[in-house]
């Protein structure tokens, strides 16, 4: 039914899977998934856990076959020092890189480096209530893989001389049978969107997008999505996706399913020198909100009322004309949170309601190096 006033639903990720999943299932096959490298993560229904892999250009689908009910907080209280010595290594030695809550069994999956660079061993854990520690085996696994056309090539470098290969996928997620998947191609217009059909059957569709960045005062169609989250508008499916320097913007679903190429609509500047690492949407008291883990600026607090009235609108800025204010959106207001900067923030519940630390629906997930607290995160 029609929305009467401008409003917004967010979908967490642990919401938007269908119970009825036979055919994904079937389509796994058993055997060795040679992951490449192991990335951001994403479960789908019936404890199937897809997997970026930028070293391969490639979604790997997993069974995990977990799909026993659970409850319960998990602790991640230094979780790398355990990790590294379940590992037989030192903290230094490894790198978590993303995290993701099992909606059924409840169980935190991390994606961890075994050795540092391009060529570190790639690894799948789970941490259950207990705090107990399981590796993943991929040798007899039933699996699937998606290649991805056109990643951004192995030889590409940044201006600092960096390889930018680790950007072929930045961020992913499921929704409605299908997996979005933010990152760079090899083509001109390198930042890009696509939606890969599950189960898989081809690579999917791929979309260039372009966005207007007002801290950097230019269109620019070069830098990744960081983190994205799948929510809507008036019944309309959106993402909403952050990008480094912290531009925050909408593309509709529709448009990425039609299109080769796609302009954003920048809805806020929420701050440069910063990365966005992580988003989830939750509810509380009633009202919806989403939480943005950053790299350094805390964990921004945003009100989804806010953000729809402004997405209703014709955006900002629509035009290079508003560039270069450093000021967020008029009518956008952050909240401050008590939280440091983690690295990846997960639902852990069905309705998943991240809640203070040190309660039973909330998690964290630190990579190890050091994180530092701001003054003022929201300055």
């Known amino acids: 039914m029609p929305l009467r006033k401008p409003s917004i639903v967010f979908f967490a990720l642990l919401l938007t899977v269908p119970m009825c999943f036979g055919a994904g299932l079937e389509s796994l096959k058993p055997g060795v998934a040679n992951l490449e490298s192991a ?4 479960f789908g229904p019936e ?6 892999d930028s070293q391969a250009g ?4 997993l069974d995990t076959a977990d799909r026993e009910p659970g ?12 990790i590294a010595g379940a590992l037989g290594l030192t903290p230094d030695r490894i790198l978590i890189n993303d995290m993701a809550i099992n909606p059924i069994s409840k169980k935190a999956y991390l994606s961890v480096s075994r050795g540092r660079g391009p060529d570190a061993a790639a690894v799948i854990l789970s941490v259950d209530a207990s705090g107990k520690i399981a590796e993943l ?7 699937s893989v998606a290649k991805l056309e056109n990643p951004v090539s192995a030889d590409a470098k940044d201006r600092r001389g960096n390889s930018l290969r680790a950007q072929a996928i930045t961020d992913l997620a499921f929704l409605d049978g299908k997996v979005f998947v933010a990152g760079l191609s090899n083509e001109e217009f390198a930042s890009n ?3 890969i059909q599950f189960p898989f059957a081809a690579a999917g569709k791929s979309t260039s997008v372009e966005i207007y960045h007002g801290n950097h005062g230019r269109w620019e169609t070069r830098s990744p999505v960081r983190a994205f989250i799948p929510y809507e508008i008036g019944e309309q499916p959106q993402l909403l996706a952050a990008y480094t320097c912290t531009p925050l913007v909408q593309f509709p679903v529709d448009q990425l399913e039609t299109q080769t190429k796609v302009v954003g609509k920048t809805i806020a500047e929420l701050g440069n020198r910063n990365r966005p690492l992580d988003m989830i949407s939750y509810s509380k008291g009633g009202k919806k909100y989403i939480l943005m883990a950053n790299s350094s600026r805390g964990v921004m607090k945003l009100d989804q009322l806010d953000l729809s009235t402004i997405a209703l609108l014709q955006g900002w800025p629509e035009s290079p004309q508003h560039g270069g204010s450093r000021a967020p959106a008029p009518g956008l207001f952050l909240q401050p949170t008590p939280y440091v900067a983690p690295t990846s923030v997960r639902p852990c519940h069905q309705h998943g309601s991240p809640a203070q630390p040190g309660t039973d629906s909330f998690s964290r997930s630190w990579s190890g190096r050091r994180q530092r607290r701001q003054g003022n995160a929201f300055a």
């Open 47 to 52: 404890g199937v856990l897809f997997v970026g």
């Open 71 to 82: 409850s319960g907080a998990v602790n991640l209280e230094a979780v790398d020092t355990k």
């Open 58 to 61: 490639a979604i790997w689908a």
């Open 193 to 195: 969107l696509r939606i």
């Open 39 to 42: 990335g951001v993560l994403a």
């Open 137 to 143: 085996s991929l040798r007899n696994i039933p699996h």
